[in-house]
């Protein structure tokens, strides 16, 4: 075999062989590209939106909402997973891809960001530095070059870049007699230079953005797969181990029931409201406040009291405000209580599920609250809205003989005729007054063992938001000086520099200090 045909097999064998590394060449540039990345995100995006607008299924409302839902919504819907978008495997599958996005872009492009930032140009060719956005030439005086320099060096200190010199040779080629240039002729220069730069790591922000973005997907996704998120309602009195979590199989719910490792006692809930006097709608709400007692057998009893910007965690589980029934209620009354045989009225504070005792051995305990009082069709206590039109308080009293009544206190005056509002137990009952408060509020309870979701959403998410500021809102500047030596005591000074943002900035950056160079406007 000659060693021309050598040539031709061994040329033929290596693209052989290179054909399955391009096609995976090609792959994981189409991975690892900028635009794939931003199209996975925006379909992440569209998803976490549709998870907002379509109820979940472990999130209060739920069952009403299903309920609302024509049968082939409820088979598409559950067919896509829309119910439980989350936990769905696209959304995951799309998190993972666009995870291995992220790594390897940032496997391809951070050596070279490093190496640009870790090992600067500090010098360039004359002509290089003329082709910059900013360039200008001038003539500085001075004794030498090194005089020169340090000039040069203070100025870009005082302007913020951080200088650099060196001294670096060039080549040139001498022109031939047409002008072009003759490439067999060249002329070895040495030339000194100064670099300054300044906000070199904001080349490197666009990393910084791919390991928060990580961080926050991570943390989404080890949460998801060990905790759970689930509704309860708290009301005064309520004791409960167990929350409800919903599983959805198309055309059907399964309840299963989550046991707790303590048990919850909701001790009181509150509404601190703008307008005391006004509705207790969210528009006239400062904050909730939701006080529990967790009994737990390891730990024993600790309080908690869980308002709106206050969550409160415990061993891993997270007790947030979620909403409230806003069916009223009272937290706190004031009674007046007349003597059925004369005497001065007097007042007594109940509260909810409280109860009071009289000088005379009278005892008072609370049964029920109706913000619009009326009897139903049974004849039972029953309210007709959710306002405060017609409020009553409903009590049981026990008079020092032990016998047993059930009175009415309304706010407003009623006539000793009526039944509901003649006296009872002695006394003549009126509701004075009353702090309102919603029927029950609803607390979401998140379990996350590891901080997953802490660490996702206050580093991740955080880091995120500090990232992108770092990236947009500072900038990598920098400027080159090249002295070249013309007379006994005038050197010409080639200025160059260039910026990734904020042009405008560095413009005017550049411009003073070429005036504080040449101490004039008129560049020479």
């Not at 706190?332 to 209580?337: A, G, K, Q, Y």
């Not at 979401?444 to 938001?465: E, M, Q, T």
Request: proline share 4%; glycine share 8%; hydrophobic share 40%.
């Amino acid at each position: 075999m000659s060693a021309i045909e050598e040539s031709i097999k061994s040329a033929a064998d290596k693209k052989a062989k290179t054909k399955p590394s391009s096609f995976l060449n090609r792959g994981l540039a189409f991975l690892s590209s900028v635009r794939f990345g931003v199209i996975l995100l925006c379909i992440l995006v569209v998803l976490s939106m549709a998870g907002m607008i379509f109820i979940q299924q472990n999130v209060n409302g739920f069952d009403a909402y299903y309920a609302s839902l024509t049968p082939a919504e409820k088979i598409v819907y559950g067919t896509l997973g829309i119910f439980d978008i989350y936990h769905s495997w696209y959304f995951n599958f799309l998190l993972l891809i666009l995870s291995l996005t992220i790594v390897l872009a940032s496997i391809d492009r951070f050596p070279a960001a490093w190496s640009y930032v870790s090992k600067p140009k500090l010098s360039a060719t004359r002509g290089w530095l003329l082709k910059q956005k900013q360039n200008t030439v001038l003539r500085v005086e001075g004794a030498d070059e090194k005089e020169v320099a340090e000039k040069i060096s203070r100025i870009f200190k005082a302007n913020g870049f951080k200088p650099q010199i060196t001294r670096s040779n060039n080549i040139y080629y001498v022109s031939d007699e047409s002008g072009g240039k003759d490439y067999s002729k060249t002329l070895n220069k040495s030339n000194l230079f100064v670099f300054g730069e300044t906000g070199k790591l904001n080349r490197l922000g666009a990393y910084i953005v791919h390991v928060a973005l990580l961080t926050l997907f991570l943390g989404h996704f080890v949460a998801l797969q060990t905790g759970f998120d689930a509704d309860v309602r708290m009301m005064p009195g309520q004791v409960t181990k167990d929350i409800q979590m919903i599983q959805f199989n198309l055309d059907k719910q399964e309840r299963y029931t989550v046991g707790l490792p303590f048990t919850i006692t909701c001790t009181d809930i509150e509404q601190n409201l703008i307008n005391p006097g006004g509705s207790i709608d969210i528009q006239n709400t400062l904050d909730w406040h939701t006080r529990i007692k967790i009994n737990d057998p390891q730990y024993g009893v600790t309080e908690a009291d869980v308002s709106l910007n206050r969550p409160y965690s415990y061993r891993g589980y997270r007790f947030f405000q979620a909403s409230a029934i806003t069916l009223g209620s009272a937290r706190n009354m004031t009674l007046e209580l007349t003597p059925q045989e004369g005497g001065q009225p007097f007042t007594i504070n109940l509260a909810r599920n409280g109860s009071q005792n009289l000088p005379d051995g009278t005892k008072i305990d609370y049964e029920a609250f109706f913000p619009d009082f009326t009897f139903n069709p049974q004849g039972q206590p029953d309210t007709r809205s959710a306002e405060y039109n017609n409020p009553a308080v409903v009590l049981n009293v026990t008079t020092p003989t032990g016998e047993k009544n059930k009175v009415f206190a309304f706010a407003a005056n009623l006539s000793d005729k009526i039944p509901v509002g003649a006296p009872k137990a002695g006394y003549k009952w009126r509701l004075k007054d009353f702090e309102k408060s919603p029927y029950a509020h609803i607390l979401s309870i998140k379990y996350d063992p590891f901080n997953a979701a802490f660490i996702a959403w206050y580093i991740g998410g955080f880091g995120l938001i500090g990232a992108l500021c770092f990236v947009f809102f500072l900038s990598h500047k920098r400027i080159w000086a090249m002295i070249d030596g013309q007379n006994e005591n005038g050197f010409e000074v080639v200025l160059g520099g260039n910026t990734n943002r904020n042009e405008q900035g560095f413009e005017d950056k550049f411009n003073k200090i070429n005036n504080a160079l040449t101490n004039t406007e008129t560049d020479v």
